[in-house]
């Protein structure tokens, strides 16, 4: 009887050790949130004094020492928006919110935009947050219009929606980022839009499925389609190291785009393509132990090349989202890497000092290396991602208490 009493005893203060250090790495972990959403209310409205009020900031050029900032047509137009709701959510920051809502009014015309398949992260980014935290039905309406023009680019004969506009360098190019753009048409859907959206996007998601994939379920960049025939003309690349590379914001987009696609539908099919670029790029041997990659998974010279904070920030948040849908083995991975992600972009190496970097929060991402634009700077995507993977691990995993 003595000896059940000491081993129940010595069970218990093990069960309470191991609880009191999960507590203590959850509340470290709160206090890094806090931490980097204070910094960003501070930070942004230095970015705020350096952007014009007609555009958006884009990067930031180190041989000039001066912010660039880009129209509101850029494909980047919805994230320094969209960061910016993210951070009144968190602060309450009444400055921030009115900078978000000028923001917005600058943005609102590109709802009617058909000149390339980003609508979704221009509009969505921007007013889905805006509508997630105002319930303002304006938003609605305007979310509305950008899903009915993104489906304006969807051509029947190839099944895709059609991501660039056909040049000298292709028919009908139709790119792995494009996945990101269909959460608007299926949240538009949802919330009493035009079926013909959703229709859409699943018929794009599945031809990516069946296309864009290699075998190691590794993706290609861009897809050039032949309109008339249907069929896929070429497997190429335009911002990764090679045709048959696996350029890593390519990967990352497809990593998110899965996933969300099986947020709205729950067919198994889509988690187990995102279960399968998760595993492709977490067993990567070119992925670095702090788990920010290289600009690409095959980039020549690793270790001696860029790493790209953006990928790593697309990756943290994606991560966390499928985490959710995950077995509990597989969830626990996702979730110690997100972490390890969110921990290492918080530090020094990644993120910037207060009014340095034009004002942005991350540094070293790279935008197209082979277009020799946007190497090793900071971009709003990154930021965007960052923010929206610190509040995903902050509402699913500490304030739920999963
Ligand atoms: N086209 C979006 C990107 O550069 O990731």
Not at 28 to 48: T, W
Request: aromatic share 14%.
């Amino acid at each position: 009887m003595k000896r059940y009493t000491i081993a129940y005893l010595a069970l218990s203060f093990l069960s309470i050790q191991v609880w009191s250090q999960n507590l203590s790495a959850k509340q470290e972990m709160k206090d890094l949130i806090d931490e980097n959403f204070r910094f960003a209310a501070a930070q942004y409205k230095v970015l705020q004094q350096n952007t014009g009020l007609t555009v958006m900031p884009k990067t930031f050029d180190y041989t000039s020492n001066k912010l660039v900032t880009s129209d509101t047509k850029w494909w980047c137009s919805g994230f320094y928006p969209g960061s910016l709701w993210m951070i009144y959510e968190h602060t309450k920051d009444e400055a921030i919110k009115k900078e978000a809502l000028a923001r917005l009014a600058i943005l609102e015309k590109e709802q009617h935009y058909t000149g390339n398949h980003d609508l979704g992260f221009m509009m969505f980014c921007s007013f889905g947050n805006a509508y997630r935290i105002t319930g303002n039905e304006a938003y609605k309406e305007v979310i509305n219009t950008a899903a009915a023009s993104l489906i304006t680019r969807y051509r029947p004969s190839i099944q895709s929606i059609q991501s660039w506009d056909s040049s000298s360098n292709f028919k009908c190019p139709v790119i792995i980022d494009n996945m990101m753009n269909l959460e608007l048409l299926l949240w538009a859907s949802e919330q009493g839009g035009d079926p013909k959206f959703k229709e859409v996007a699943l018929t794009h998601a599945q031809t990516t499925l069946k296309n864009h994939f290699r075998p190691d379920y590794s993706s290609f960049h861009v897809l050039d389609y032949d309109l008339k025939s249907g069929t896929v003309a070429r497997k190429t690349t335009a911002q990764g190291a090679a045709d048959s590379s696996a350029w890593s914001r390519g990967q990352v987009w497809g990593l998110y785009g899965f996933t969300v696609i099986y947020r709205f539908t729950k067919d198994p099919t889509y988690l187990n393509q995102a279960k399968r670029i998760a595993s492709f790029l977490l067993n990567h041997p070119n992925l670095p132990n702090d788990k920010i990659p290289y600009w690409d998974f095959n980039a020549p010279g690793i270790p001696n090349t860029y790493r790209d904070a953006s990928a790593a920030s697309i990756m943290a948040s994606a991560l966390l989202e499928l985490a959710q849908y995950a077995t509990k083995k597989e969830s626990a991975n996702y979730i110690a890497i997100a972490e390890t992600i969110l921990r290492v972009l918080s530090t020094d190496t990644y993120r910037s000092k207060l009014g340095e970097n034009g004002g942005f929060l991350l540094k070293h991402s790279v935008g197209s290396l082979p277009g020799k634009s946007e190497i090793d700077v900071p971009l709003t995507y990154a930021d965007y991602y960052f923010l929206e993977a610190l509040q995903r691990y902050e509402n699913w995993y500490i304030v739920s208490g999963k």
